[in-house]
């Protein structure tokens, strides 16, 4: 399964390698759910945190009324230990990190089935956390994107489910690269309500997936 992002360039326009271009209004398929863009109160239970390679914890606040099933379903691998050790296996400056892959290659998943398409009218801010998924809506399994800046061309053709509250500054030090020369990881995710505190500094990492060629996303 190769799960895809779109990549917007400096004259907006879409690259070969990403999913065609698409002009508003939003494309037929999947209803998109209206949303406010201002966040509920930030709880446990719907935090996730991120304790990356790159030197510290990012924590997402994760979005329920926007994304039910996805937010789920993030909460029930990362309880499972699944991101433990998974790489950034694709990384574009000025665009996003993405991860989720235990392959390493961007075709891999969880083995729990694929997601219906919860679109909505969150859009991609900088910190914004998104699923990725192939060019069929319903697609979406375990791999997501952070993006380091602002993409609204992805705007209710990809799942958000939460946005960066705090950490951001540890996703901007992933090495960037497709796949990258030496890949940050997640060393472990955690949900807040769990109370999992850090690792400390001088634990082992994780073994990490090798890639075995350039990810297909």
Do not use: W
């Not at 399964?1 to 907006?12: D, H, P, Q």
């Not at 398929?29 to 945190?49: F, R, S």
């Not at 891999?108 to 192939?134: I, K, Q």
Request: hydrophobic residues 40%.
């Amino acid at each position: 399964m190769r799960l895809k992002t779109v990549f917007a360039c400096s004259i907006g326009l879409f690259v070969a390698s990403a999913l065609p271009a698409q002009t508003t209004p939003a494309p037929v398929g999947p209803a998109v759910a209206n949303v406010p863009v201002v966040a509920p109160a930030l709880t446990p239970e719907n935090t996730l945190h991120l304790d990356l390679s790159t030197g510290g914890r990012v924590s997402i606040q994760l979005r329920p009324d926007a994304a039910p099933a996805h937010v789920e379903r993030i909460k029930t691998l990362a309880r499972q230990g699944f991101y433990n050790g998974i790489i950034f296996h694709r990384v574009i400056e000025g665009f996003m990190a993405q991860t989720g892959d235990p392959k390493g290659t961007g075709e891999g998943g969880s083995p729990l089935p694929d997601l219906r398409a919860e679109f909505n009218t969150l859009p991609h801010l900088r910190g914004t956390v998104s699923m990725a998924r192939t060019e069929q809506p319903d697609t979406a399994n375990s791999q997501f994107f952070i993006v380091f800046t602002p993409r609204f061309g992805l705007d209710r053709k990809y799942t958000v489910f939460g946005r960066v509250v705090s950490g951001m500054n540890f996703v901007d030090a992933i090495e960037r690269g497709e796949p990258p020369l030496n890949p940050a990881r997640i060393i472990r995710a955690s949900i807040g309500s769990d109370n999992v505190a850090p690792p400390a500094p001088s634990a082992a990492l994780p073994a990490v997936p090798q890639p075995t060629g350039k990810p297909q996303l």
